[in-house]
């Protein structure tokens, strides 16, 4: 029997893909910055054929390269050149499996799409507090496997801390039942969160219990022009106390990115009469419903009041409230089409960093400095999560320029940022995960003894080296 | 230690007169203890359960001392067992009875060696107790919010180790939650340093979260980057009589949003955990004369101070009481009015451990469920635990909010501690078959150790057991590191 014969009597003639035209979407990441090949694109529907698959392919010696939505930013779901793995694409494990209301979790196969969970959480009155702009494509599974961050991180935490409990297929395809839905369990090594954030080079996450919250009940969004990163930063420290803990979102955007959404995005305005270097996207939430009569009001009154304060202090130019949901959607589709509008402007490089929260503003003007020294035709695009100190610190390529051209410089501007970053004692990739775009960087950044170590628990693990290869780090 | 723990096997390596001296020369004669006498109180566990052996004590200043005294241990071959404050309650830092290697101990690391208010956090050495962090953040107007019965003595290298949790567990989360980066010693020596304090940072698998709640098998935690929380500045403290346990569950289901989720702790004591304290503990005043068999500790807090004519956290618990006292599920309740009143009640809930231990012999399991499954967990579990041994005294108590229960039972009237031991396997195979039928798990924060070792072993899946000494074998391939704790590796 050939190996696709044995993949078929697993999976059926559904589950697998072998023709050039099929297996196309699953071999380019989403950026287009990667072509691979592969033996087969295999679609299991369950975990027991997941292990199935795994286990023939242990016994094969074929690696396995897993894939969720296919949205990664730094290659980790594309296989190789070479055309010696197979990509398992866990698209059609996309069942809830339970809601638990009262319990406050959900439990879910590793295909689910972020926006049908975050869908079914708000049915039943709950929240899942994951939110990308990916979100429409990305599944849960891919979202673990990267310790995926977003917009609400602020207030909630990265994706490790919205889970509770995992199952995952060993890559010698057993089947580890950790579906645990306790909120304390110390029996021995914490195997959840050596899986989540290991971007399937030690196991495919298969289905997982997440945490619910309490819906918000009251929301206040508003769009602001502020005069510098640095007022960004004041303004969000007195945001905490002012909305009494409920700041849950504090997005910073410099003009170049909001420039390029308003080409691209039809339909999008600009929400202020003015152009300003710097803006923030500040979103306030409640899980308290507002009550008629009360004298305080709601979080909308108090996040104006705030803000009136702001502009006197000199910290806000300018500002805007959503009046509606439709309003406040529309504020947030600028701030989650700036991947998607960096793509149709043409090539960019992308860098995700983190540096402490105060060290942003100084962050921010070294590294444009930065950035501009090593190609002074290229043009900044600086936004991200400020709250949590991460911002995606991109450059676009000069207009009209080539992908070939404007890549010739690519090493030269990322190493001046990643020092910079490595000099401020931040991360060289704060949610986006190393995949295969940031292996060498890895490499070249941590010490001896920590890549070492994960080393050895990869080969402890996956002895035969099958679970996404050359990814994250090099044995 | 329960007597049917059958000692796996550890390196039998013996500390030579020259690795002795070696020993010597890298941490001083202030650093090693050789005497039999001194040696005692680091060979015998905190209730006096467990008492093993060591040829040194080594207590090391530094982590390139002790990264050197591992090194020296990985050399020869000799086991290393790791420990803080003692305060474990599994015996996860207490060495085997024929250890043939060393006790390390790290109280002599206890500086704090970074304080960032702004930054919100604070980077520490392993042996600082836990009582000076909490002392240190609030002198800086911050919080780190770690507090268990034992703060007055245990160490922050024991609490990372042990994942431990504590009455704040509900609001801020377990000691893992609490923590930014880490520096590590491995199981060869060399020194991981982790000590970053990023809110985020994707790169590569997550070292810090493994090392936490390993007990000390994988590598010797350091230092630690601590992440602080702003100072509750209106907090108010409560004594409540209530119904049961069910009204247990429903009156912290109501009071999140009645404190605008300001809950900080919500405990439940079974009156005879309170009569123990009170019969043990010198100075400890019952808060309240009511007829019911069971009492609720709630607090109370926010970081906002009380404004002037606004509503407070006192006020509003008074309200949410009025409601609960007409529902029927409170009997009666006391506010404590005064920092004193407070500290008593707390007290009560702290000493439980202390009172035990004086009370005489006990059995005890520290298990959790799914919080709307408590009550029913209390039922069953009781009823179970005397249809073996008729006449034991539960004195159930526990975090609720977290689904933890510190499930104890004292022995019979007049029974000795080696009877109850014969009775012990059977009760325990009944309690944790009752909370694994229930989905629950069997070391909820005081972790496996010593005494949970076979429990772990039976009620693990072959998978989960196997991935974890594969971990274990790759990270300490010989089996220096606490050997024969938490997991038998054949």
Request: hydrophobic share 40%.
């Amino acid at each position: 029997m050939s190996f696709h014969d044995k993949l078929r009597a697993i999976v059926g003639d559904r589950g697998l893909i072998t023709g050039e035209q099929g297996k196309y979407p699953y071999l380019s990441d989403w950026r287009e910055n990667y072509l691979g090949s592969a033996l087969a694109v295999v679609r299991p529907a369950t975990s027991q054929e997941v292990a199935a698959v795994v286990k023939l392919c242990a016994a094969e010696k074929i690696a396995i390269v897993p894939q969720g939505g296919n949205t990664g930013m730094a290659g980790g779901g594309t296989p190789h050149q070479a055309g010696r793995e197979i990509v398992m694409s866990l698209t059609r494990m996309n069942r809830i499996l339970e809601v638990d209301p009262i319990g406050y979790t959900m439990t879910v196969e590793a295909g689910v799409i972020l926006k049908t969970i975050q869908q079914t959480a708000a049915d039943h009155d709950r929240l899942f507090p994951l939110s990308l702009g990916a979100e429409g494509s990305c599944t849960i599974g891919g979202n673990l496997s990267t310790n995926a961050g977003g917009v609400q991180v602020l207030h909630y935490g990265n994706a490790r801390q919205l889970v509770l409990g995992l199952e995952v297929v060993t890559p010698s395809g057993e089947i580890w039942n950790g579906l645990r839905a306790l909120k304390k369990d110390n029996t021995g090594y914490d195997l959840r969160d050596l899986y989540v954030g290991a971007e399937g080079t030690l196991g495919i996450i298969t289905k997982a219990v997440l945490k619910l919250w309490p819906k918000p009940k009251d929301t206040a969004t508003s769009w602001i022009a502020v005069p510098s990163p640095a007022s960004a930063v004041e303004l969000l420290s007195g945001a905490n106390s002012a909305s009494e803990d409920n700041v849950t979102s504090c997005e910073l955007m410099g003009r170049q990115g909001i420039d390029l959404v308003l080409k691209h995005l039809s339909g999008a305005t600009d929400p202020l009469a003015n152009r300003h270097d710097w803006y923030v996207l500040l979103e306030w939430a409640s899980s308290r419903p507002r009550r008629d009569g009360e004298k305080q009001g709601g979080l909308g009154e108090k996040m104006e009041a705030y803000l009136g304060e702001a502009i006197e202090k000199g910290l806000v130019v300018d500002a805007v409230l959503a009046q509606t949901e439709a309003q406040a959607r529309s504020l947030w589709a600028l701030r989650d089409n700036h991947s998607e509008a960096q793509k149709r402007e043409g090539p960019s490089i992308k860098h995700d960093i983190s540096v402490a929260v105060s060290r942003i503003p100084d962050f921010v003007e070294q590294g444009v400095a930065a950035m501009k020294t090593a190609l002074p035709e290229c043009r900044p695009v600086t936004f991200g999560h400020v709250g949590d100190g991460n911002l995606h610190f991109n450059c676009q390529a000069p207009p009209a320029w080539d992908k070939p051209r404007f890549m010739a410089h690519a090493d030269a501007i990322t190493s001046a940022i990643y020092d910079l970053v490595v000099g401020y004692g931040g991360s060289i990739s704060a949610e986006h995960g190393i995949g295969q775009l940031k292996v060498d960087e890895l490499a070249h950044y941590r010490s001896r003894v920590e890549l070492d170590t994960m080393r050895t628990i990869k080969r402890a693990l996956d002895p035969q080296n099958i679970m996404n290869p050359g990814k994250v780090v090099r044995v | 230690m329960p007597d049917t723990v059958v000692q796996p096997p550890i390196p039998t390596a013996q500390v030579t007169p020259a690795i002795m001296q070696a020993l010597r020369d890298i941490v001083g004669e202030k650093g090693l203890i050789a005497d039999e006498q001194g040696k005692q109180p680091f060979v015998i566990d905190w209730r006096g359960s467990t008492v093993g052996s060591a040829a040194v004590v080594v207590r090391p200043a530094s982590t390139e001392e002790v990264s050197r005294v591992v090194k020296l241990c990985f050399k020869h071959g000799i086991a290393v067992v790791p420990q803080g404050g003692n305060t474990g309650l599994m015996g996860g830092a207490t060495p085997w009875p024929n250890h043939s290697g060393i006790v390390l101990w790290l109280g002599r690391m206890n500086r704090v060696l970074d304080v960032d208010p702004v930054g919100y956090s604070m980077t520490v050495e392993t042996g600082c107790v836990l009582q000076n962090l909490q002392e240190t953040a609030a002198s800086h107007d911050r919080f780190f919010p770690l507090s268990l019965g034992a703060e007055g003595s245990c160490m922050i290298g024991g609490n990372l180790s042990t994942n431990a949790g504590g009455v704040q567990v509900l609001r801020y989360g377990n000691a893992r939650n609490l923590v930014l980066g880490l520096e590590v010693v491995l199981p060869n020596g060399e020194v991981w340093d982790g000590l970053r304090a990023l809110k985020k940072d994707n790169t590569g698998y997550d070292l810090k979260h493994l090392f936490m709640g390993a007990e000390g098998t994988l590598g010797v935690i350091t230092k630690a980057v601590l992440k602080l929380w702003p100072a509750p500045k209106d907090v108010c403290t409560a004594w409540l009589a209530i119904r049961d346990p069910q009204a247990a569950v429903e009156i912290l289901s109501g009071a999140h949003s009645a404190s605008d989720d300001n809950v900080g702790s919500c405990e439940l004591m079974s009156r005879a955990a309170t009569d123990m304290v009170l019969r043990h503990i010198p100075g400890v005043q019952d808060p309240l004369e009511a007829e019911t068999q069971w009492y609720l500790l709630l607090e109370w807090s926010s970081s906002r101070p009380k404004s002037h004519g606004a509503e407070g956290m006192s006020e509003k618990l008074e309200q949410f009481l009025a409601i609960e006292l007409q529902s029927g599920r409170v009997f009666d309740a006391v506010i404590a009015q005064s920092e004193a009143q407070s500290r008593n009640m707390w007290r009560i809930r702290e000493s439980v451990a202390e009172a035990g231990r004086a009370d005489g012999p006990s059995l005890s399991y520290d298990i959790s469920v799914a919080v709307s499954k408590i009550p029913e967990f209390i039922n069953k579990g009781i009823a179970a635990a005397l249809a073996i041994l008729p006449g034991l005294r539960p004195l159930p108590l526990g975090h609720i909010g977290d689904g933890n229960i510190h499930f104890s039972f004292a022995a019979p009237k007049g029974m000795d501690r080696s009877t109850l031991h014969q009775h012990a396997p059977a009760v325990t195979r009944a309690v944790n078959d009752l909370v694994t039928s229930m989905a629950g798990s069997i070391s909820a924060e005081h972790g496996i150790g010593i005494d949970k070792l076979d429990e772990l072993a039976h009620y693990r899946s072959k998978v989960e057991l196997e991935t974890m000494r594969t971990i274990k074998r790759a990270l300490d391939p010989k089996n220096i590191m606490n050997p024969g704790k938490v997991l038998r590796l054949s």
